[in-house]
């Protein structure tokens, strides 16, 4: 039997999913792995088949494979085998897998999100920004992080001096590219990457991206790194809950992570910013439901620098102090 049959047996396999009928669809990405054993997606489909009628040890077997048969995993088994508990917990989506997620989204995001799941988050993390625009300079630097196709650059290009933009996945940035909203774009790992330069930005803005990183620590600190003094960070997260502190952050069922309030708060004081503002409100649907958004505006507090002379060693000393 040849590769074409096997693939055309895999694509059997999902319309029996559409149809609800599961054993056949079983039977059908069975049929394709014994053509192709060595085809990673194969195994990927038929765990997702296990796991959607119940049988998951099957669907961890099937994961474990694909998983095994891959070199980066694209894929997102690892992220599944997470989510079903059988991996340690992920502190970050890898990121092969979302780039290759995004990569394959492109081309419909927009439509599928603002039309079929009623994205707002752009919107509402502008609506926050601009309720404290006295506070910001004239023309801002602005950088935004995750930017996708755009659609929160197209409300920050209005205030912004300058935009930039960042995002791992080529294609989403080839769709904000088309906009030509922004002064720059890159394409990059906001946790790898955003710390290379001096600070050059007044306001850094992250929309419905820092839920593919559950400990925010690290990309606080870098953020820090990037905004002048006093300068600011509004972004937005999925809510676990409105502060318990039992957990920091949770892997859930649509393969994104939810934050925890006092966390976030945390990492964003270690990181030298002060919160100004919080909102809780609906960011989007999934399978119906609104999904709760925290939105967070923060100013990263002034550092002064000064020189004190020391009289005991007769050298000067550089202290330095925050300032409020
Ligand atoms: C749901 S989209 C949101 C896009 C845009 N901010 C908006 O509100 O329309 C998430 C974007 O974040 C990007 N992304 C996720 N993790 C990232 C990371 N670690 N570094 C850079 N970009 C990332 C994805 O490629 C994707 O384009």
Redesign the pocket.
Known sequence: MSRHSAFMRLDFALSFVDEGDFAAAIEAAEAAIEVLPQEAQFHFVLGEIFEKTGQVDKAIASFRRALELQDEDTLGAGVRLAVLGDASPLS??P?SY??AL?DDYAPR?EKT?VQHLS?C??EKVFDLLFSHASRLPKNPAVL??????G??GEYMRALAGRLEG????KK?LKQAAKKRIYDELTQ????AEVSEDAPRFDVVI????LN??GDLSLLCQRVATRLRPGGFFAFCVESMDRGHGQVSFELHEGQRFMHERTSIRAWLLAAGFEVMEERFTPIRTEKGYPVEGHLVFARLRKFEVTKKNNPDQDTAQTAVTLKH
Do not use: N, Q
């Open positions: 970050r989506l990121r979302v780039e995004f995001f999100l994205y988050a752009p935004d992080l995750g930017c996708g196709t659609l929160a960042i995002d791992l996945s989403m990059g790992d906001i946790e992250a929309c419905d991206v593919y990183l």
